[in-house]
């Protein structure tokens, strides 16, 4: 019984992981539908930051929060302006070049985190230490801070997408963004924005994950595919989408734990692959959307 | 044709591998003996020479863009290393076992991801590469995991050991110069020309009678044996594999040597991969920065050189030719249709009975009936919205029907793919042009010759192989696009991109395509919307010519004086249902046609 409990708030926990990185990838997406493979490295590049500014430079934690999300929305804006270097708003972005951009990016990003901080592995700073018991079951607080978390930035995403007006406008450039860039909406604005948006919503969850995982420079690829495939089991949602998918995913690769015998290597890399694969078979719009007639 | 006739064709149309390859070969060995070239690295750029010919040939040709290949690629690698260890069975046999279990695995995943659309695509193989990858790592009783796998014997050659890297390197650029040739000629075949234009417009290119699943599959399956090959020869070579070899990064590397070579010209692959096999002897004391510098490099790529070497080398070129003739002088001359038999049929071509099409709720063409006679012109009329497009897209294939039957010459045709009504003899033209961005005006119109491609393995071996009846019916086609071309006054634009031409002539470009496929029923969905008066005219004596030539015609238009002037009956839809039948004269006077148009 407590086993079970452990192995669904630690599936809860790094499906909330998962569910933070689908998040900054579905808000990207949905304002350019450019699939962002750099996604993952916005958490990997700001958990190495947050690390840096509070273990190097002794700086207060919300501070260097700040800094590693700002660090963020810088990479957000300049991976967007690379990727529409050369595209005008009736003219935009062809797929394979959005994807081949952002791919190479992705390597960059990897290159740069490799020259700056090494090759090993390092463990961030938790946002506080310590575990608590819950129905028997030990579960640290940096856990609980994930989870909250999580649930906060949904929630007010949700609210920040339904009610103001840069919400709406991206939105609208998500359906049709030559008709926007007529109605007098700044697309390369609203597109740059909602690539910091999701650059600073991944970062989150590498600062989050960093005690737990640690961080090493390959880590962005691991990160993008695992949020992907939430976003993708979710279905476009755009907000509950990716909660959804993100928690499922995290649940199943640790229920897979409790079999006996079952190796980690294994089902941290092939069983998520295995899901992608099947959802594209069998349910390419997701769990949530209905299949369009 | 004589024989020194198919000859000079021949030596034309490769002239990229006739002179690719001597340069080649002669800077390579210039370089070698000035000691900057490694033999090491000649013979591994051939290995990733066959690896990104296959790669090219998905790509450049299909469009799909694969991020798995590196799966068939270290799968090529692993059957060579694992049945050598485990079961000492030689390289050349595993190869072929490899290549084996690389069509399975390529046919499943084909089956999974090629019905999916662009990025989904590129996710699903990705995917596939990177479980391959694990799948290594993890089963490591098999595959030595994280250590590798060595021990791997070179292969014999009439008991011969191919241990020096000249044998082996003679091996290695046997198999890629051939394949190199194959390749280059399929690129270059009606198999090339169709994978182009599905890669341009999938739709378009199943309403020429290309068969586009069979073809992609059949590409994909293609690309996946190169990769595997290259995947065997390179473990030969090393005597060793390791997992590293076939990670993200290696990919990546894939991926680059494409693009920089540049994608789709296949030659291009050879600069590609000798550039990126030479990197590691240029950055060599970058170490850590070897990643960041190969991301710099993709992105730097991309923006400067979209189109790579190759890209450039042919814009270069492009500068050098002699300026085109004025566009549009002189319309048309006399139209070079040819009816390929008499309608089997007397009286009625095409019966439409009771067909109906519903969108959700709505029903966009409601218990549509009507017959198409021999040597008429039918015109369908109707305000915006009424079904008029819909009921096209019904008869022609590129929408299933829900109701109703049709059929061409007695024969039922509804149910059937839209390639396979293009192959009975329909074709049509779509109501904003479709043609085919990534091929040359002549090759637009060429696609549809002898009714598209079936993408079958053994036209693909026929035409790769540059069998006698490919080359005849590549020249045929040839010279039967030339004729319509020169009726359009547009000989001197045959090898122009599709951009070059103003919106009406492409219009009638896209006609021409349609009738060079010579079908019995030509479909035309808002032929002459956008059209200044002249062109109008033009097009009113093309139609014309091509009813007196024996071909039957459906016309969509809005234009009602353009219609009642060219057509010998018109139908009127509103609302999905047609509401009139008859001769212009008739539909002129019908209360029920006034009451649509006007209301009351």
Not at chain 1, 248 to 266: E, H, K, W, Y
Not at chain 2, 98 to 122: D, H, Q
Request: with cysteine; glycine share 12%; net charge positive.
């Amino acid at each position: 019984m407590d086993s079970v409990v452990q192995v669904l708030i630690s599936g809860l926990s790094q499906g909330s992981i998962y569910a933070l990185i689908g998040l900054g990838f579905s808000v990207a997406f949905m304002a350019s539908r450019i699939l962002n493979l750099a996604q993952g490295s916005y958490a990997v590049l700001g958990g190495f930051v947050f690390l840096t500014m509070v273990s190097s430079y002794r700086l207060p934690m919300p501070v260097a929060f700040v800094i590693a999300l700002l660090v963020a929305a810088g990479l957000g804006i300049a991976t967007e302006r690379i990727v529409n270097l050369r595209t005008r708003p009736w003219k935009p972005v062809s797929l394979d070049m959005a994807i081949l951009s952002t791919l190479a990016l992705l390597v960059l990003f990897e290159g740069a985190a490799f020259l700056l901080w090494g090759s090993d592995p390092k463990r961030g700073p938790s946002i506080q230490n310590g575990v608590v018991s819950i129905f028997g079951a030990l579960v640290s607080w940096q856990s609980i801070w994930t989870m909250a978390s999580a649930a906060v930035i949904a929630i007010g995403l949700h609210v920040f997408l339904k009610k103001t007006w840069v919400g709406r406008a991206m939105r609208s450039c998500a359906q049709n963004a030559m008709m926007s860039h007529l109605l007098g909406i700044n697309v390369r604005r609203i597109g740059a924005f909602a690539f910091a948006l999701g650059a600073t919503i991944g970062a989150t969850a590498g600062i989050l994950v960093s005690p737990i995982t640690w961080l090493d420079y390959q880590l962005g690829g691991f990160f993008m595919l695992n949020g992907i495939l939430a976003y993708l089991i979710g279905g476009e949602e755009d907000v509950a989408g990716p909660i959804v998918g993100g928690l499922l995913l995290g649940l199943v690769q640790n229920i897979f734990l409790l079999i006996p015998g079952a190796t980690g290597g294994l089902l941290k890399q092939v069983v998520p692959m295995l899901i992608l694969i099947l959802m594209l078979v069998f349910r390419p719009q997701g769990l949530l959307q209905q299949r369009r007639a | 044709m004589t024989l020194l006739g198919v000859v000079n064709y021949l030596v034309r149309r490769n002239a990229a591998f006739f002179i690719v390859l001597p340069v080649y070969a002669v800077v390579s060995s210039v370089l070698y003996w000035a000691g900057w070239l490694h033999s090491d690295v000649i013979v591994t750029s051939a290995i990733f020479f066959i690896v990104i010919l296959g790669l090219d040939l998905l790509y450049g040709c299909a469009g799909l863009l694969s991020f798995g290949h590196v799966g068939f690629f270290a799968i090529g690698a692993y059957s060579v290393a694992v049945l050598a260890a485990q079961f000492a069975i030689g390289p050349f046999e595993s190869t072929v076992v490899g290549m084996l279990i690389n069509v399975v695995l390529s046919y499943v995943l084909g089956r999974v991801c090629l019905r999916l659309s662009g990025s989904y695509f590129m996710l699903g193989t990705l995917a596939f590469g990177i479980m391959v990858h694990a799948t290594i790592t993890v089963a490591y009783t098999v595959t030595g995991g994280d250590g590798g796998l060595g021990g791997i014997p070179r292969p014999q050659i009439g008991g011969v050991a191919l241990t020096s890297d000249l044998s082996f390197g003679i091996l290695v650029w046997g198999c890629a110069i051939i394949l190199f040739w194959l390749t280059y000629s399929l690129s270059k075949s009606k198999v090339g020309r169709a994978a182009r234009a599905i890669r341009s417009d999938e739709v378009a290119a199943s309403c020429l009678g290309v068969d586009v699943g069979r073809l992609k599959m059949n590409i994909f399956i293609i690309s996946a044996c190169f990769a595997s090959l290259g995947g065997s020869l390179f473990a030969m070579y090393n005597g060793a594999v390791h997992p590293d070899s076939f990670s993200l990064a290696t990919l990546l590397d894939l991926l680059l040597m494409m693009f920089f070579g540049g994608e789709g010209t296949i030659w291009g692959a050879l600069l590609g991969t000798t550039f990126m096999r030479l990197l590691p002897d240029i950055t060599g004391n970058l170490h850590g920065g070897k990643i960041l510098f190969t991301g710099i490099l993709f992105t730097v790529i991309i923006f400067v050189l979209p189109r790579g070497i190759a890209g450039a080398i042919y814009d270069l070129l492009e500068r050098f030719k002699k300026p085109r003739a004025d566009l549009g002088k002189t319309l048309v001359g006399d139209v070079p249709f040819t009816l390929e038999r008499p309608a089997a049929t007397a009286g009625v071509l095409l019966r439409l009975e009771g067909l109906s099409r519903n969108f959700g709720g709505v029903r966009a063409v409601d218990d549509v009936s009507f017959n198409v006679r021999n040597g008429k012109i039918r015109g369908l009329i109707g305000p915006n919205g009424a079904g008029k497009s819909t009921l096209m897209n019904l008869i022609s294939g590129t929408l299933p029907l829900n109701e109703g039957c049709v059929k061409l010459e007695g024969r039922n045709i509804e149910g059937l793919g839209a390639h396979e009504i293009a192959r009975q003899g329909i074709q049509r033209t779509f109501q904003h042009e479709r043609l085919f961005s990534h091929l040359t005006i002549i090759e637009n119109i060429m696609v549809g010759h002898e009714r598209g491609a079936d993408g079958s393995l053994r036209e693909m071996a026929v035409c790769a192989l540059g069998l006698p009846s490919a080359l005849k019916s590549e020249i045929a086609a040839r010279q039967e696009a030339g004729k319509w071309l020169a009726s359009l006054a547009l000989s001197d634009y045959a090898d122009a991109a599709i951009g070059k031409v103003p919106h009406g002539l492409r219009k009638l470009v896209e006609v021409a395509r349609a009738c060079a496929a010579r079908p019995i029923l030509l479909l035309l969905d808002e032929t002459v919307a956008g059209l200044n008066d002249s062109e109008r005219v033009a097009f009113k004596n093309v139609i014309r010519a091509l009813r007196d030539k024996g071909l039957v015609i459906v016309i969509i238009e809005h234009d009602i004086d353009f219609i009642m002037d060219l057509c010998d009956e018109i139908s009127v839809l509103n609302f999905g249902r047609k509401i009139a039948d008859g001769t212009p004269a008739e539909i002129r006077v019908d209360s029920q046609v006034k009451e649509a148009y006007l209301g009351t």
